[in-house]
């Protein structure tokens, strides 16, 4: 298949998206890092009171989320062939 113009411009317009969002997160992260210098924390615990606490769990649920998802693809997928081999085009 060939790409039309159109096509070809959809997806530069993705790229520069991507990488818009990519370092909108980037400042945001820098932001909310910065922000503990300015407001005063109240820990409950002693390990709450790490510069970097909030972002540091934050970034543990996503790796921990993102395992059990790998983990339940392995358990629950099916092979590739699970409804026959796919016709020749």
Known sequence: MTMNQDDARIQVGAAARRKLTWR????????SLLAEFAVHMHPRFAFESVFGFAAWLGLAA????????????????????HYGSAPDA
């Open 24 to 31: 909108g997160m980037l400042v945001l992260a820098a932001l």
């Open 62 to 81: 996503c790796i921990v989320l993102i395992a059990v998802a790998d983990v339940l693809a392995w358990l629950l997928g099916r092979p590739d062939n």
